[in-house]
């Protein structure tokens, strides 16, 4: 199983970036693919996920309305459009891929069973 962020990048407050996550090796209509973001000197933490299964989504608050995931199921890839990005968004983002994440918290990192490398996302002021 691979899975390969790409996408990040430097960008101004206001600015706008898209991330993309694309999977092999694994049966990707079964996942639940989340995104995932380390700041330096902090604990990693959930952004937002998607059920390839019937397309359902979810974000934490700080990015809802900003961001947005989708998928296409025919590439085996998964989208994060970032918008209105802010200093507070600067972070490696990481893709995830889970088979058994429960709807009730779907972004707990440890139902994710593989992981990508990371992109960085840098926001200036």
């Known amino acids: 199983v691979q899975l390969v962020e790409s996408g990040g990048g430097l960008v101004q407050a206001g600015g706008s970036l898209r991330l993309s996550c694309a999977a092999s090796?694994?049966?990707?209509?079964?996942?639940?693919i989340g995104w995932f973001r380390q700041a330096p000197g902090k604990e990693r933490e959930g952004v937002s996920s998607?059920?390839?299964?019937?397309?359902?989504?979810y974000y934490v608050d700080s990015v809802e309305g900003r961001f947005t995931i989708s998928s296409d199921n025919a590439k085996n890839t998964v989208y994060l459009q970032m918008n209105s990005l802010k200093p507070e968004d600067t972070a490696v983002y990481y893709c995830?891929?889970?088979?058994?994440?429960?709807?009730?918290?779907?972004?707990?990192?440890?139902?994710?069973?593989?992981w990508g490398q990371g992109t960085q996302v840098t926001v200036s002021s």
């Open positions: 995830a891929a889970g088979l058994w994440v429960h709807r009730s918290s779907p972004l707990y990192s440890y139902d994710y069973d593989y």
């Open positions: 090796g694994l049966s990707f209509d079964d996942y639940t």
């Open positions: 998607i059920r390839s299964s019937d397309g359902s989504t």
